[in-house]
T-cell receptor, first 113, second 112 residues
């Protein structure tokens, strides 16, 4: 099935560093979502984007809906150990009865205290 | 609000056994989903239900059946479990036009 290209696949950083990850698609979307999954848990929504060019923050996290509608970016500033987890992007073209999200394979983040 | 709940949390089955995974949400959401998550494969949609009384196949429906029992509950059934169905299964639900999906904690299934 269709998947998003999410990069990087994994990151190992020092506490306090900033983090950037992105997702690209061959199709245009009108919804981009960013989730975080911690070990043994389900994905938790971090940020939702609904408009091209939109820039939205959630604490130290900032995400942007790319102007081409084919990409999205997530930045984490001043990382801390509890940022550890897998970050997933997901996109959808909201048309008709389409209820399906297209998912990236995730970016695994490790933070060295 | 408990959000999305799933039972059981863990299950071990022998090949050929059957079981039903239960999912319930208390957020009055219309749409519900079943995903499986395997290492390196991300989240793959098995089945979804856009509203009570309707179900549709997702990306990987073979070997599974679903029932949307009412607005709150959406169950996933494995009629004859196979080792390839060893996975972590997540249920999710959404409401409204923006349809942001909210996930349950998952069921970890091992088929021997």
């Amino acid at each position: 099935g269709q998947q998003l290209n999410q990069s990087p696949q994994s990151m190992f950083i020092q506490e306090g560093e900033d983090v950037s990850m992105n997702c690209t698609s061959s199709s245009i979307f009108n919804t981009w979502l960013w989730y975080k999954q911690e070990p043994g848990e389900g994905p938790v929504l971090l940020i939702a984007l609904y408009k091209a060019g939109e820039l939205t923050s959630n604490g130290r996290l900032t995400a942007q809906f790319g102007i081409t509608r084919k990409d999205s970016f997530l930045n984490i500033s001043a990382s801390i150990p509890s940022d550890v987890g897998i970050y997933f992007c997901a996109g959808r073209w909201n048309a008709g009865n389409n209820r399906k999200l297209i998912w990236g394979l995730g970016t695994s983040l490790a933070v060295n205290p | 609000n408990a959000g999305v709940t799933q039972t059981p949390k863990f299950q071990v089955l022998k090949t050929g056994q059957s079981m039903t995974l239960q999912c319930a949400q208390d957020m009055n959401h219309n749409s519900m989903y079943w995903y499986r998550q395997d290492p390196g494969m991300g989240l793959r949609l098995i089945y979804y239900s856009a509203s009570e009384g309707t179900t549709d196949k997702g990306e990987v429906p073979n070997g599974y059946n679903v029932s949307r029992l009412n607005k709150r509950e959406f169950s996933l059934r494995l009629e004859s479990a196979a080792p390839s169905q060893t996975s972590v299964y997540f249920c999710a639900s959404t409401a409204g036009k923006k349809e942001t999906q909210y996930f349950g904690p998952g069921t970890r299934l091992l088929v021997l």
